[in-house]
Nanobody, 114 residues
């Protein structure tokens, strides 16, 4: 199970940190990621982490993804937020031996006002 938290309403240029608590399995064996869905748009990949971190181009240099395996928690530090970052952010996971994300959190809403 995944439990996302940390969303909120902020102004452009502000920062937020999202957290995703993982339970039930060996966290270190899972690829972790954040996706987001803006109003009226499809869900899109934001960032993932296992051996390395990957980011979608629009957040590179502004967002930092990290994980604390001891706390079984995934973090997304979001700086210099823009209105286009608005959306519901979902954390997701899949076992390192799998290809597709098959564990999803409930989502946390991030709203960035201009």
């Amino acid at each position: 199970q995944l439990q996302a938290s940390g969303g909120g309403l902020v102004q452009a240029g502000d920062s937020l940190r999202l957290s995703c608590a993982f339970s039930g399995q060996t966290f270190g064996n899972y690829v972790m990621a954040w996706f987001r869905q803006a109003p009226g748009k499809d869900r899109e990949f934001v960032a993932s982490i296992f051996w390395r971190t990957e980011y979608t181009d629009s957040v590179k240099g502004r967002f930092t993804l990290s994980r604390d395996n001891a706390k079984k928690t995934l973090y997304l530090q979001m700086n210099s937020l823009k209105p286009e970052d608005t959306g519901i952010y979902y954390c997701a996971a899949h076992h390192r031996a799998a290809d597709d994300y098959n564990i999803w959190g409930q989502g946390t809403l991030v709203t960035v006002s201009s």
